[in-house]
């Protein structure tokens, strides 16, 4: 029996386990034709009730959390690759002792470490091994709060810094410059990599290749991608490679049901005003900024005499609106819009702003029932505060 959810109360997120396994086949084609490993990464998908379905697959984990680094190891099974901007001696040891992988964002963070990690592989413990972050200073993003190849940028070691030494003990090499990108893009990158860092590459055993790899998008050129690693592991048979994507795991996987509670209308602008919130519930739409589908809406050029509408959020932020939509019909109270894609990066972001009702979180599983992996409670917001 199908699903139905049109009586469950808003706002919801909800995710549907038929187009998480599909981004998941293709996500296990691509490592097994590849012959690559491919790890989910905590920061775009959290919702840890359904990693059932990624252990059948055997995918592993990266994280740059001990909270993160926890949840790997608690309910996946595994230690985790690790990457921090910035480790502490109050937390090291702890990265050390839960992960398999862990890169340094600085050749200084790795000196100051390094004798923690030899400690911990001589004393007989699962052994770790220590990688680098390096930069090869090419920029692929538009969007600079998610770039960071910009000038100045904090993140990795440049070529310039190491002046052809790895310093002893370093095993992989770890870069990051995607997001959302093409495998055209991955492309470009590499032939910045291997430019600057060739001379290290030799010299290490692993590659990771960091996040962004948005190999479930429609139209990414899968067979390009597996081409470009397929080519690059010909050059560097001895390597390792690992790639970290994080939207490909959950992209168009999940959407928010929200419902309308008013319509209002300043200066020739109509606003439905929904009882959710893109500050609090979707802060990308914001942060990114983009403006995301929704189901009910209309193409203005297909569609003649549409409506023009904002959605406004419920929070007393005044920039808590996106827009414009277009509708066939006026929106009234009580009309459902489902905002779509609502799951990567979505619910591990969300804030508890204004102490408004936080979404529940259903999961949509292929024989027909649903389910609901959280609902939220007043307990909630007030456990949050001190």
């Not at 608690?74 to 398999?100: F, K, M, Q, W």
């Not at 914001?286 to 569609?303: C, G, N, R």
């Amino acid at each position: 029996m199908k699903y139905d959810i049109s009586t469950l109360p808003t706002p919801f997120y909800i995710v549907y386990e038929d187009k998480l396994r599909k981004n998941l086949d293709l996500i296990d084609r691509v490592r097994r034709e590849a012959g690559v490993e491919i790890i989910m990464a905590f920061k775009a998908n959290a919702l840890w009730r359904t990693f059932g379905i990624f252990r059948e697959y055997g995918f592993k984990s990266t994280a740059s959390s001990i909270n993160e680094m926890r949840l790997g190891n608690d309910e996946l099974g595994h230690r985790v690759h690790a990457y921090c901007p910035a480790y502490t001696p109050a937390t090291i040891n702890e990265y050390i002792s839960g992960s398999s992988h862990i890169t340094f964002n600085s050749v200084d963070q790795y000196l100051r470490f390094k004798d923690d990690i030899a400690r911990h592989n001589a004393s007989g413990g699962d052994y770790v091994s220590a990688g680098l972050r390096v930069n090869p200073q090419c920029s692929v993003i538009e969007t600079d709060i998610y770039n960071p190849a910009l000038p100045g940028s904090r993140f990795g070691v440049t070529a310039e810094m190491l002046c052809k030494k790895l310093p002893a003990g370093i095993e992989g090499l770890h870069f990051h410059q995607l997001c959302e990108s093409t495998s055209k893009d991955l492309a470009k990158v590499l032939d910045a990599f291997e430019q600057q860092f060739g001379w290290a590459i030799s010299k290490v055993k692993w590659v990771n290749m960091g996040g962004g790899h948005l190999m479930t998008r429609e139209g990414y050129d899968v067979e390009h991608l597996i081409g470009l690693l397929k080519e690059f592991k010909s050059r560097h048979p001895h390597l390792q490679v690992i790639l970290e994507p994080g939207s490909a795991f959950t992209w168009r996987t999940g959407d928010l049901i929200t419902s309308v509670v008013d319509v209002v209308e300043n200066q020739g602008v109509r606003t439905a005003i929904i009882d959710a919130s893109f500050a609090c519930h979707m802060p990308d739409t914001l942060e990114m900024p983009y403006q995301p589908l929704i189901t009910e809406s209309v193409d203005a050029d297909s569609v003649k005499d549409s409506l023009a509408y904002r959605l406004g959020g419920n929070s007393c932020l005044s920039g808590d609106f996106v827009g414009d939509w277009y509708f066939e019909k006026p929106l009234k109270a009580g009309d459902r819009l489902t905002l779509e894609d609502m799951n990567h990066y979505t619910t591990v972001k969300t804030t508890m702003f204004n102490g408004l009702q936080h979404p529940d979180i259903i999961f949509a599983k292929s024989d027909g029932r649903i389910e609901y992996l959280r609902r939220f409670t007043y307990e909630d917001y007030r456990n949050r505060m001190s």
